[in-house]
């Protein structure tokens, strides 16, 4: 399971994102870990890559900002309390 974890991750952090439009939300960020929740296909995901692009723009190294789609089927068996093992990927 980690080495699934681990190639999920690189994929992402070598991914050339599409175009991401900015979408007129506001919301304050801290420096540590952040959550967005809100309603089924309400454009969570696409805010999210959003400001992942301008951290990046901003110099934000991609090694230091992690994004991983639980729903991808090679991860689908993970549970809970196994959600420390990305955290050792």
Do not use: P
């Amino acid at each position: 399971m980690k080495d699934k974890i681990k190639r999920i991750i690189l994929e992402w952090q070598e991914k050339k994102h599409d175009t991401v439009y900015s979408r007129k939300y506001s919301c304050e960020f801290s420096e540590e870990i952040n959550t967005v929740i809100g309603l089924r296909r309400s454009g969570k995901t696409y805010f999210i890559f959003y400001q992942i692009i301008q951290l990046i723009k901003e110099g934000v190294d991609r090694s230091f900002i992690l994004y991983i789609n639980f729903d991808d089927e090679r991860i689908s068996e993970i549970k809970s309390d196994h959600l420390g093992i990305i955290i050792d990927a």
